[in-house]
């Protein structure tokens, strides 16, 4: 495959990202707009499904294209591990629903269940910091080999983001 490919296919998980984004963001503002919360009905579940099918696509296209640069001989290794940790993270995110799930079926079990299932998110949302830091620096080393300031300024600002929610949660949370 060759580099333009290689980009094509970093655009397209980008695409698919910003798309889940997107689908979030509107259910977000229904259920504020209308102050309701979603229950686990069908349509919850349906988009559930639909945002993780776009989360996973989003993700691997973005390894394949760090991948391919990388065989191409570009420098973009931080980009790939960050991808790789994005999807880890998920699938870390996936587990401990099912073990939340599965605390409110095992009431005898439930405390010992609740902690596994926060030990996963917990390790998940770790995964997730550093994935988005590494995807960040990823997109700045891009950036940089193709002397594209967007590339660059938007690595930067990926990484400010993440940054910032960071400390934005830890004051809540403080």
């Known amino acids: ?20 984004e997107i689908i979030v963001l509107a259910v977000l503002s229904y259920i504020l707009w209308q102050r309701k919360i979603l229950t686990l009905d069908t349509k919850t579940v349906v988009i559930s499904i639909a945002v993780l099918f776009l989360l996973i696509f989003g993700y691997l296209y973005l390894e394949h294209g760090f991948n391919t640069l990388i065989g191409q001989g570009k420098y973009v290794r931080e980009g790939r591990y960050g991808a790789t940790n994005l999807l880890r993270s998920l699938i870390l995110f996936i587990i401990s629903g099912i ?76």
């Open 1 to 20: 495959m060759s580099e333009k490919k290689a980009l094509r296919t970093l655009v397209h998980g980008m695409l698919f990202l910003m798309i889940e």
């Open 99 to 174: 073990f939340a799930l599965v605390s409110f079926n095992e009431p005898n079990e439930r405390y010992l269940f609740i902690l596994i299932s926060t030990v996963f998110l917990i390790t998940g949302f770790i995964l997730q910091f550093i994935g988005n830091i590494s995807l960040g620096i990823g997109f700045r080393q891009i950036g940089e080999i193709y002397a594209e300031n967007h590339l660059k300024n938007g690595g930067s600002l990926l990484i400010s983001a993440v940054i910032l929610a960071v400390i934005i949660l830890s004051a809540f949370i403080i």
